[in-house]
């Protein structure tokens, strides 16, 4: 299977990232028409706990793209670094760790709810990108597949 230049470096990214942001803007409309629910009435906790998972994730998102580069550059299938935990650490960066903080920070039981919706529609987006893998890596991917998970780490079976 050939893989153009693009799809190598962008993958379902932009496609899930128009979703993430629809769904978000809408989220954030219902959130000001029910009067901002908060999740805690002192936001402080919130507040720090959000900015932890938005540095995690930002590190995560810089760390992964460094590592890739060598993926992009020798098409070589990404078995190190953060893709020793997960499968797609970029899209896992955004969708387990930044946006999550977001709904935090702002303390916003609406935007954490779309938040959470997210994940199954991006779990939806990477099967097409995990199918033209497959075809690229055939076994060699099956087994990674098999041992990483998709956006959250599956520690139990190291």
Known sequence: ?????????????PMGAVISLVLLTMAA???????????LVNPAPMKIIGGVLAIIGVGLFFWSVWVMRN?????ELCIMGPFTWFRH???AAWITFILPAVALYVN?????????L???IWHQLVIREEKMLFEIFQDEYRVYAARTGRFFPRIWTR
């Open 1 to 13: 299977m050939d893989i153009s230049i693009l799809q190598k470096i962008v993958g379902v990214g």
């Open 29 to 39: 409309w219902v959130d000001h028409v029910l009067g901002y629910p908060a999740i």
């Open 71 to 75: 993926w992009w550059a020798n098409n």
């Open 89 to 91: 650490p970029m899209y």
């Open 108 to 116: 916003s039981w609406i935007i954490l709810f779309f938040v959470i």
């Open 118 to 120: 997210l994940h199954p």
